[in-house]
C-alpha cells in the first residue's frame, strides 16, 4: 500500500523560507568528517550559523546554546556517540531540536543499535533515504553503503511508523522527498541526478532541517522548504555545469541566491 | 580608549610576501577537521607547504622538523590537545614559531582553559576575531559560536595586554586587521564581507599567519603581508563571483597569483 | 641501475577504465582526515562509490562488503590504527583487495613502523611517491613533509624489492608514473604540475587505485587506467584554470567526462 501525498505548501514554504534566512539559526552540527566543511558551506549560503564543536566536554554545553542540533552518524565513532549522547541530552533539557540523520543504518550493526537507542530520545525530524528509513523502523532497508537501493515511497508505511512512536517528522528524500508525520504525507518533487554526484548533499540537507528547525517557523513548512530549496538550487545549478566539480559550485552559489519567491514560483499551482 | 593605529608598511609587506613564496615554509597544522582541506590548499596557492601531522606519537617530531606550527582549536577534542602539548613543546625547544588560533574562546569552558593554559607557551602570534581576543585575555568576548560579535577595534586594549603578558604578536581581524605588538598597532583595511560567507577563510589565515612566522622575513611585515593577501584576494574574487561557492574557487586563484607587488600597488600611498 | 620501462597498454587501460564505470565499485576508505571529503568526490566523478565506515566496531564488518580497501595512513591516530588493522584481517579472510597510501613513510617513526607492520598483509597495490617507496623498503627516501624529493624513477629498484617481498604492484608517482611487478615496469608518462597545486590528488588517486583493484579488470591494466585518467583529466583541466582553486573544479569534471576513448587516443601509439 502506497499512502497518499499531497504536494507540500509552497507559500507557506517560501515565507519559511525567509523566516530562516532572517533568524540566522545558530546550528550545532556533530556531523562526519567527510562532509563538515561542505555542510558549513551549506548552512552559511542558506543564511544559517554553523558551529562543529565535538569534544563530549563542550557538546552539551554548547547544545544548550545552539539554535538546532543536527546528529549524523556518517563516521561514528566512540568519542563522538559520548559527545552525541552529551549534546541530545542537553538539547532535550534546553528545548533545542535535534534532527536525526542515520547515515547508512541497517547496513551495520554498532551505528544501527546506537541510531536505535537515539530514537528514545525525540529527534525532531529524522532526515534518510528509503533504504535507511526503512532500517531505522526495524525493516530490511538493503542499502548499498550509503546509498539506497529503494525509492523514497517505498519508505512511507516505516517512515509514519517512526512519526507515530517517536512524534518525529519524517523526511524521506530520493527524486521525490516525502515529509511524512503522523497524519499526513506530503510530496517535494524535483532536483537532478547531479545531486547524487556530490558527496555530502544529503548530509547538508539534514543540517538545512536543523536550521529549519531552528528558525521559528512553523516546522512542517520550515522543513519543507529547505527539502525544496535544496532541490530547486540543483535545478538551476546543473545546467550551469560541466560536471560535478563545477556542479558543486554552482549549488553553493545558488543556495545563497534563491528566496522564498523562487520556491513559491517553482512549486506553486 | 582606542589605542592609536597607523597603516601597515606596504613595501616591507610586499618584500615579505616575496620571502614566503621564495622560502616554501613547511606549515605543521594542528587545525579543526572542518577546514583543514581548506587551509592546505590556501598554503598551497600562498606558496607553503601544509602537513597535518595529527597524533601525539608525531606532532613533537614533526613539529621539530617544521619551519612553524599552527595550533587551532575549533575542534579541540582531548587526544589533539594532547598532540598539541607535545608539538608545542618540540616547537620551543628547537625554535619553531607557533601560532595560536583561539577559535570560540570564551564560548566554552574547556577550551577557553586550555587556550590560557597554552598562552604560558609563548605563542608567536595569536590570530582571532574581537570575540575571541577579549576572552582570551579575560574579558567578556560575547562571542556567538564561532563569529565575533564585536568590531575588531574594541578588542585593541585586550590585544595589547596579551602582547605585553606573553610576548606575542596579536592579530586581530574583522573589516579592519589590527597587528598589535607591545609598542605599535597597525591597521590593515580591506576585504569583502564575502570572506565570512566561507568557512574557514580566517582559520586559514592563522595558517598563512604560521607560514609568515617561518618564512624567515621580519615577524611583523610578514604577517601584516598575509593579512593584506587575504584581503586584497578577497577584493579580486568578489566581483569575479556569483555567490559563495564562486567566491571560495575564486579567492584561492587569487591567493596562487597575487604577489608584493600588488600588495603596494593596493596600499602604497 | 634503472630499470627499463616500456610503455602501458593504452588499449587495455582504456577497456579497464570502461569496467571501471560499469561495475562502480563500492570502495571503503580509511583515509586522512584532510582529503576525505576530495576522496569521495573524486571516486563519484570516476564511477565508483566512496564510503568512509572508520570505527574499529565497523570497519571490519563494512570491509567484507566492500569491493576494495583504501588505507591511507595521512592522519594516522590510534584508534584508526585499530580499525585498519580490523579492516585489513577481515578483507583478506573475504578476499577484498587493499591498497596501501603510505603518506610520509620515513620521515616519521610510528607511521613507518606501523606501515611496515601492514606490509606483512599483502596489499594489492602500494602507492606512493618515490621518497616513500624507498623508505618502505628501508632505505632513506628523504621526504620533507608529505612531499618527495626524489624523482620517480630513483625508486624502481625499492618498487621491485616491494613487489618481489609482498607480491604486491607498486605505483610511484611523480612526472611519469611508474607501475612495477616482479617481472616488468610500465610508465605512464604525462599531467601536470598543477596536480602539485591541490591537496590531495595523490591520495585520491590511491582511492582510485582501490577502485581499480575492485572493478574486475586486470589489475595491471586497471590501475594504469587510473592513473593516466588523473594525469589527462590534469592535462585538460589546466588550460582551463586560473589558479589551484578553478583547477580543481575543473579536474573533478574531467575526471566525469573522460571514457577509455580518451585514454586511448591519448597514449595510442
Redesign the interface.
Known sequence: MTLPAQTFDARAAAAALAALRASAP?VHCLT???????T??VL??AGA???????E??AG??AA??SALLINV??????QAAAMRAAIGAANLTGTPWVLDPV?VG?????TAFCRELLAFSPAVIRGNASEIIALAGGTGAG????STAQSDAALEAARALAREHGSLVLVTGATDYLVDAHAVRAIAGGTPRL?????TGCALSALVAAACGCGAPRMDAVAAVSALMKLAGERAAPE??????F??????????LGGEDLAARWFA
Request: aromatic share 4%; proline share 3%.
Open positions: 545558530l562526519n568528517q567527510v562532509v563538515s566543511n561542505f558549513a558551506n552559511l549560503a550559523a554553523p558551529a562543529m564543536v565535538v569534544a566536554e563542550e554545553e554548547f546554546l545552539a556518517g563516521t561514528l565513532e566512540r568519542p547508512a547496513a551495520l550493526g554498532w551505528r548499498r553503503g550509503v546509498d547524487q554526484q556530490v558527496t555530502g555545469s560541466r560536471g560535478s566539480g563545477s558543486a559550485v554552482a549549488l553553493l552559489d545558488e543556495l545563497g541566491t
